[in-house]
């Protein structure tokens, strides 16, 4: 399925349509304008274990973003070590669309914002 105008949209906003496009989906009742006209497409398989992938772009779409598994990664403190959860993302992108400095300013965006979950979930 895909959400319309999602850059329009808050987090909450976005997990109530993506939520309701998947029941319609399941249900055998989505829309065809439910289905297409995507730009950009999240492929999760964090759920099948896999810690890193490369999504391939689905044409006429211009990039997608792999989400991988979580895991437990040892990280240097003062203290000495500690565990941390860490969850690998892959983004995939048309050159003739995307250029590679905001590409990467944007798998930034990203990593930041799930780093500061909370703070967004409060927005």
């Known amino acids: 399925p895909v959400i319309k105008f999602a850059d329009r ?32 497409t999240m492929s999760n398989v964090g759920s099948f274990g896999i810690d890193s992938f490369t999504p391939i772009i689905n044409p006429p779409e211009v ?17 000495g070590v500690d565990y941390k959860d860490f969850i690998g993302f892959s983004l995939t992108y048309d ?20 780093e500061n979950l909370e703070l967004y979930l409060a927005l």
């Open 9 to 40: 949209l808050s987090l909450k906003q976005l997990s109530d349509e993506s939520r309701r496009l998947i029941a319609a989906c399941r249900e055998g009742k989505a829309q065809p304008e439910e289905l297409t006209g995507a730009t950009f």
């Open 63 to 79: 990039a997608i973003l792999g989400v991988c598994s979580t895991s437990l990664k040892p990280v240097r403190t003062e203290a």
């Open 95 to 114: 050159h003739q669309a995307n250029d590679g400095a905001p590409a990467s300013r944007f798998c930034a965006a990203v990593i930041k914002a799930v």
